[in-house]
């Protein structure tokens, strides 16, 4: 679950060469961007709202990130930090996960329908997987306005899936199923819809997964590889798509997401190392990817464009 494009080989009479993937660089963005884990969602006013894991003045790993924080911005450029969506010490609930009071809490994942913002969010610490995804409302999205609606889903040592990195998709069905009226799990069917495989399946992760709704297909996104190193990060963006929410998800090749298909979106370029985190969303001029990455200052904000055009979601 968030419930955490490589060099094209051509063979042209006899001769093989290999063409560059040209990855745009990210979109203009000032203010507030030191992120990580970003999701941007707008409000009825037309007010964009961006909430990520607390981690202002981290280079690197993200060890004290409590308290989720909000940035808002009247044009998708300039963001202005406003605070966190629980104060120092306020989220209890999730001590059981983090194993300390005030402890990390990761990847929010943000939707706004109707006047409410729906945020889910992970408690969880670094390399482990007792973990646990919560929910919560607010009817302004700013600091002090948030209600803990509690508990998801929660995993533990003995899972082999890790409950990080929530993604709300609202329609028919979920992954899993979640209540409309709780927002909360109504069955216990979970859904197996990416893994690695061969000699990745045990330390190349696949996390931060995404899914929208695009015409007749829906697209998978998820981070690959090693987040949260700095310049040493490998994160990267890829994609798969389906007809179905619940897959069999395939790559731009055929590949299936389960036997580690998956086509990169966005990788380490230029002065942009492992883009990740991601999270996707129709904003009313375009498809959006927001993302973080890193440069020799530590983690930034990435926006960029996607273009749906050719079937498969291609950045500019």
Same mark, same amino acid.
């Given at each position: 679950?968030?419930?955490?494009?490589?060099?094209?080989?051509?063979?042209?009479?006899?001769?093989?060469?290999?063409?560059?993937?040209?990855?745009?660089?990210?979109?203009?963005?000032?203010g507030?961007?030191?992120?990580?884990?970003?999701?941007?969602?707008?409000?009825?006013?037309?007010?964009?709202?961006?909430?990520? $894991?607390?981690?202002?003045?981290?280079?690197?790993?993200?060890?004290?990130?409590?308290?989720? +924080?909000?940035?808002?911005?009247?044009?998708?450029?300039?963001?202005?930090?406003?605070?966190?969506?629980?104060?120092?010490?306020?989220?209890?609930?999730?001590?059981t996960?983090?194993?300390?009071?005030?402890?990390?809490?990761?990847?929010?994942?943000c939707?706004?329908?109707?006047?409410?913002?729906?945020?889910?969010y +992970?408690?969880?610490?670094?390399?482990?997987?007792? +973990?646990?995804?919560?929910?919560?409302?607010?009817?302004?999205?700013?600091?002090?306005?948030?209600?803990?609606?509690?508990?998801? $889903?929660?995993?533990?040592?003995?899972?082999?899936?890790?409950?990080?990195?929530?993604?709300?998709?609202?329609?028919?069905?979920?992954?899993?199923?979640?209540?409309?009226?709780?927002?909360?799990?109504?069955?216990?069917?979970?859904?197996? =819809?990416?893994?690695r495989?061969?000699?990745?399946a045990?330390?190349?992760?696949v996390?931060?997964p =995404?899914?929208?709704?695009?015409?007749?297909?829906?697209?998978?996104?998820? +981070?690959?590889?090693?987040?949260?190193?700095?310049?040493?990060?490998?994160?990267?963006?890829?994609?798969?798509?389906?007809?179905? =929410?619940?897959?069999?998800?395939?790559?731009?090749?055929?590949?299936?997401?389960?036997?580690?298909?998956?086509?990169?979106?966005?990788? $380490?370029?230029?002065?942009?190392?492992?883009?990740?985190?991601?999270?996707?969303?129709?904003?009313?001029?375009?498809?959006?990817?927001?993302y973080h990455?890193?440069?020799?200052?530590g983690?930034?904000?990435?926006?960029?464009?996607?273009?749906?055009s050719?079937?498969?979601?291609?950045?500019?």
């Amino acid at each position: 679950m968030k419930f955490s494009l490589p060099a094209i080989s051509i063979a042209i009479v006899g001769l093989l060469s290999h063409a560059v993937v040209a990855y745009p660089n990210p979109g203009a963005v000032s203010g507030s961007i030191d992120v990580h884990d970003p999701t941007i969602c707008r409000d009825s006013s037309g007010k964009w709202f961006l909430f990520a $894991t607390a981690s202002e003045g981290l280079t690197s790993l993200i060890l004290d990130s409590p308290g989720i +924080s909000i940035r808002t911005s009247t044009d998708r450029i300039n963001w202005s930090y406003v605070g966190t969506v629980w104060s120092s010490g306020q989220a209890t609930w999730t001590d059981t996960y983090t194993g300390t009071s005030n402890g990390n809490l990761w990847a929010p994942d943000c939707t706004y329908k109707s006047g409410t913002f729906y945020l889910y969010y +992970s408690a969880s610490s670094f390399g482990v997987n007792k +973990s646990a995804i919560f929910f919560a409302k607010s009817t302004t999205g700013l600091p002090g306005s948030w209600s803990n609606l509690g508990l998801v $889903t929660s995993t533990t040592t003995s899972n082999n899936y890790n409950a990080i990195d929530p993604n709300l998709i609202i329609g028919r069905l979920e992954v899993g199923r979640l209540g409309s009226s709780t927002g909360k799990p109504s069955g216990s069917t979970v859904y197996s =819809i990416a893994q690695r495989t061969g000699e990745k399946a045990a330390s190349g992760a696949v996390e931060a997964p =995404i899914i929208v709704k695009n015409g007749s297909y829906y697209y998978l996104f998820t +981070s690959w590889d090693i987040c949260c190193q700095g310049t040493s990060s490998t994160y990267n963006i890829r994609v798969g798509r389906a007809t179905s =929410i619940t897959g069999p998800y395939v790559d731009k090749s055929g590949v299936a997401l389960t036997s580690g298909g998956g086509t990169l979106v966005l990788a $380490t370029h230029d002065a942009v190392y492992g883009p990740g985190g991601q999270h996707v969303y129709q904003d009313t001029d375009a498809w959006v990817i927001d993302y973080h990455y890193y440069t020799s200052s530590g983690p930034k904000l990435g926006i960029n464009l996607l273009d749906f055009s050719s079937g498969w979601p291609v950045a500019y």
